[in-house]
């Protein structure tokens, strides 16, 4: 069974840093896109970064140029860098992954359980 373990959440003034993890662990064949999410309650669920099996990535106009997705593909696991982090970042942050489960399985969506991430004075 896939599980997706998100970590490194809290909270933080604002300017500081974060740095989220996320780990895959269990049985599966590959490993495709791996992204970030955040919510706000009582609000949709929105993609902050997102980042290929070569390391191509793509983020959310709100988060350009402060955010930075990478992944270690051979730890299985994706890190979101967060600097100069403002009030309205805060947000409960999904991971999520698109994987096979098997060869002969297609490609499937996965979530982590969230991490909050509260920027504050």
């Known amino acids: 069974q896939v599980q997706l373990v998100e970590s490194g959440g809290g909270l933080v003034q604002p300017g500081g840093s974060l740095r989220l993890s996320c780990a ?28 290929t099996s070569g390391g191509s990535a793509n ?9 930075t997705i990478s992944r270690d593909n051979a730890k299985n696991t994706a890190f979101l860098q967060m600097n100069t982090l403002k009030p309205e970042d805060t947000a409960v942050y999904y991971c999520n992954a698109v994987i096979k ?4 399985v297609g ?11 509260t920027v504050s004075s």
């Not at 983020?59 to 955010?67: E, I």
């Not at 490609?107 to 991430?117: A, I, K, L, P, S």
């Open 24 to 51: 895959a662990s269990g049985s599966f064949f590959s490993i495709n896109t791996m992204a970030w999410y955040r919510q706000v309650l009582g609000k949709q669920r929105e993609m902050v970064a997102v980042i």
């Open 107 to 117: 490609w499937r969506d996965y979530w982590g359980q969230g991490t909050q991430v």
């Open 101 to 104: 489960p098997t060869v002969l």
């Open 59 to 67: 983020y959310a106009d709100s988060v350009k140029d402060r955010f």
